[in-house]
């Protein structure tokens, strides 16, 4: 079913940006990673980590309008932590691999709303989050949620 | 300030907010509520603040800061140039974003829920900063009156956010000269209409002395990126010193403490008040309020020509202190300060952040009830001591 399939179209550029064309929108991501914190791009890692948090903080948001609970707002912290980034600086000697071993979310939420009310609709949010799923089976995932007004 | 008994009970400054207020003060803030309809709530809870303290027994009461958001930020309302920023929209302008990740992750807070009053024009008083605050209490109470106002060296550090006030300010030094000239302004209006007691915090001078080399923890933009303790402590000492210069006599305190956003001790800054010593003793204040309950803050010292308002319990704790401990505790601090020169406090107020408080009302006044059972058996120790001498 072309439905269940979604595509992205990403085109190399001369300044080691790529182009990402999604449907009739676009944006742009750099290197794969980097060390260099004054690297001037957003980098694919970081790119990943931030869609998953928007898709568990636009997720929960959606879901609580839908179920008639109040949320102020939601905002998470995502981290992702390699294997051995050493490998990815091809450092002689090291083993391993480039992969995300780990990745831990916090997710905050304002809300007057009762906990047990926003704690439905955050299960119901991880149960059918498309990256929490999918990256769970690759990577140690911790999601934790907390509450604040 | 008029006759108190010995051993006074107060408070350091916040009691927690109701659901109800802080729901009111989101909707203030969003523009979905007046001034007037949100001070009519906010009388409502002070008054009920009032209530309990008197109720508990407490000497020298205070508003329990109801109407503010926290205890320094709510600046940004009464002051013309200042924008209470987000640390989400602060993100956004600020060069050294890691260290504010780091500070974000150590309170273990969302960006969007700590403000910080940014200056982002020439400063001016719209309105009194807390004359209303007195002014209302005044007229439901007849005990002593204790008002908190941030101190000069908080606000102008955290006012001072460089990426935006250098536009206006060249310097922290010069944006004080301003802070200290409201500051002035406020105080004569505060004494003028009968404040007992004046209170200054400036929590940030332990992060000045105790945090070197690790993460900060407190939520104020330019100390991320601070350098010599020396010369910021030097900083504060003048900036306090030119407030209170010249002014008629009130009974003055600066508060310190090492945090009091988590319940997690492990998070909150430690280290005795040795460093700070040489720079709180040359402070023109008549008291120093101090954290003495949390064992992070070490023994009880004396500090030349203070008096103590000595922190006898924590508000982080749902464990509420023993009148026994309490006692136990003035007994150790009566080896330094005679019985005149001791005031009873917690270690910091009960909701600083009135998003994130570390107890609740009830807590509170339990807490409160058992300081004030505490002066009362000291109070009568002493009166049997006096009578045997």
């Known amino acids: ?149 | 300030m008029r006759k108190l008994p010995l051993f006074p009970v107060t408070m350091v400054g916040s009691w927690p907010r109701s659901n109800e207020l802080l729901r009111a003060q989101k909707l203030k803030r969003a523009g979905q509520l007046s001034a007037a309809e949100f001070e009519k709530l906010a009388d409502e809870a002070v008054l009920e603040v009032l209530r309990l303290q008197e109720k508990a027994g407490v000497d020298i009461v205070t508003d329990g800061e109801q109407r503010r958001d926290n205890f320094y930020s709510f600046v940004s309302e009464k002051l013309g140039g200042v924008k209470l920023m987000t640390l989400a929209e602060m993100l956004d302008i600020i060069e050294d974003k890691e260290a504010f990740e780091k500070i974000l992750k150590t309170l273990d807070v969302p960006a969007y829920s700590l403000s910080n009053p940014t200056c982002v024009g020439k400063i001016e008083r719209k309105t009194p900063l807390a004359l209303n605050e007195l002014q209302f209490l005044k007229k439901h109470t007849t005990k002593p009156v204790k008002i908190p106002l941030p101190g000069p060296y908080l606000l102008t550090r955290a006012m001072f956010v460089k990426e935006v006030t250098k536009k206006v300010y060249k310097s922290k030094e010069e944006l004080a000269v301003d802070v200290v000239r409201i500051l002035r302004d406020e105080i004569r209006e505060l004494i003028e209409a009968g404040a007992d007691f004046i209170q200054f915090d400036e929590p940030v001078l332990t992060e000045v002395a105790f945090s070197r080399g690790k993460t900060r923890t407190f939520m104020c933009a330019s100390l991320a990126a601070s350098g010599d303790p020396t010369k910021e402590l030097e900083f504060a000492v003048s900036l306090i010193n030119q407030v209170l210069e010249g002014l008629p006599p009130v009974f003055t305190g600066l508060h310190i403490c090492r945090g009091n956003w988590s319940k997690d001790e492990s998070t909150l800054l430690e280290g005795t008040y040795a460093p700070l010593k040489p720079w709180l003793e040359r402070l023109n204040v008549k008291q120093l309020v101090l954290e003495y309950a949390t064992e992070r803050a070490g023994d009880a010292m004396a500090f030349g020509g203070k008096s103590l308002g000595l922190g006898v319990c924590n508000p982080r704790t749902d464990v509420i202190e023993r009148p026994e401990e309490i006692v136990e505790m003035v007994e150790k601090a009566l080896k330094l300060y005679a019985p005149e020169q001791i005031y009873l406090n917690p270690d910091c107020g009960f909701g600083t952040f009135s998003n994130s408080p570390v107890a609740t009302s009830g807590i509170a006044a339990l807490k409160m009830q058992a300081i004030a059972r505490a002066a009362k058996e000291l109070r009568k120790r002493n009166k049997s001591m006096n009578r045997s001498k």
């Open chain 1, 1 to 149: 079913m072309d439905e269940l399939r979604f595509s992205a179209r990403v085109t190399s550029r001369p300044d080691g940006q790529a182009d990402v064309r999604v449907r009739k929108r676009s944006f742009e991501v750099g290197a794969p990673l980097t060390f260099d914190n004054a690297y001037d791009g957003i980098t694919a890692v970081e790119q990943l980590l931030g869609s998953l948090g928007a898709d568990l903080v636009n997720g929960l948001l959606n879901r609580a309008k839908k179920r008639r609970v109040e949320i102020d707002s939601a905002e998470a912290t995502v981290e992702g932590e390699l294997d051995n980034a050493l490998m990815y600086l091809d450092v002689v000697g090291e083993k391993g691999t480039t992969a995300i071993k780990r990745i831990s979310v916090r997710l905050y939420v304002s809300t007057f709303a009762t906990a047990e009310a926003v704690k439905a609709v955050w299960a119901e949010t991880l149960q059918r989050s498309p990256l929490a799923n999918t990256l769970k089976r690759a990577v140690k995932l911790d999601i934790s949620m907390k509450i604040a007004i």
